[in-house]
């Protein structure tokens, strides 16, 4: 079901790439998709992969576009959207940035209503991500349909009433799958030191991350139901989980999540200045 939705993407980095993999010839034609980036290599390769068209800097092309999707590091948005606002009309402005506050997108865009601001991850590159995502006022519900659409095209969406909840989802799920490589680095470091080898320990602690999620993902009990029933009274997950909540573990990763909520205000507060 390919449509006509022209889209611009300012910025063809890692999370954009992610997105166009997933609309290219989905959602929309590559061809109506147009990247902005500096990175000739980056433009390159999303050219001949996905038959996008492509400019080193902000142009006209953008003002024949329905959507743009704002997709530069936080720190170079209010440069990018300043540069970006005589192209900008009725277009729908989509975020994915970690903090920038959506009055600051509008301000930056001389008043511009039409802003949805988004919070996507990378398993968005292989269809699986999930999107928290929140419409400002002037967003129509065609627009809002849009953006659902786009998200959907790399995984599921999760709509909020409160922009002041994507900080937490950013917490949560955009930041989430560093948080899931680092607990699997863990087992497969401590796989090593029990003597397996690398190849043996990326295989059992990868393996174990993904059956594990699907069996939470299908099950109608709670994780909490599944983790007891792998924990037998007096055996080897008790041990492990013992020894977990002895050194804090459950309390740290609510705190480092909190954190990252944190950090995701003080960059809008940062860089939303002026
Ligand atoms: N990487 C992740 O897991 C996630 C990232 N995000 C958000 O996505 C945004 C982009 O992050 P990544 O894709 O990871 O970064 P990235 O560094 O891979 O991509 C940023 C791109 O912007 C380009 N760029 C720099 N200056 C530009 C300009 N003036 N005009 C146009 N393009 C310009 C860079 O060349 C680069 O290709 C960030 O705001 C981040 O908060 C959101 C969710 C998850
Ligand atoms: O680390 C960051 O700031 C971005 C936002 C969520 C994932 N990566």
Known sequence: MQGNLKIGFIGGGNMASALIGGLAGKLTAGANIHVVDPNADALQKLQSTFGVTTSPQIDAALAQCEVI????????????????????????????????????????????????????????????????????????????????????????????????????????????????????????????????????GNQLAIETFVGAAQLAANSTDPVSVLRERVTSKGGTTYAALTSMDGSGVKDAIVKALKAAAARGKELGEEFGKD
């Open 69 to 200: 999707v704002l997709s530069v590091k936080p720190q170079q948005m209010k440069d990018v959207v300043q540069q970006l606002r005589p192209h900008v009309s009725k277009q729908l402005v989509l975020s994915i940035a970690a903090g920038i506050r959506a009055v600051d997108l509008s301000r930056w865009l001389g008043g511009h209503a039409a802003i949805v601001r988004t919070m996507p991850n990378t398993p968005a590159l292989i269809g699986k991500g999930i999107t928290g995502m929140v419409a400002m006022d002037g967003v129509s519900d065609a627009q809002r349909n849009a953006a659902d659409a786009i998200m959907r095209a790399v995984g599921a969406t999760v709509w909020l009433d409160n922009e002041s909840l994507i900080d937490p989802v950013t917490a949560v799920s955009g930041s989430g799958p560093a948080y899931v490589f680092y607990f699997i680095e863990a087992m497969q470091q401590a796989a090593q030191e029990m003597g397996l080898t690398a190849e043996q």
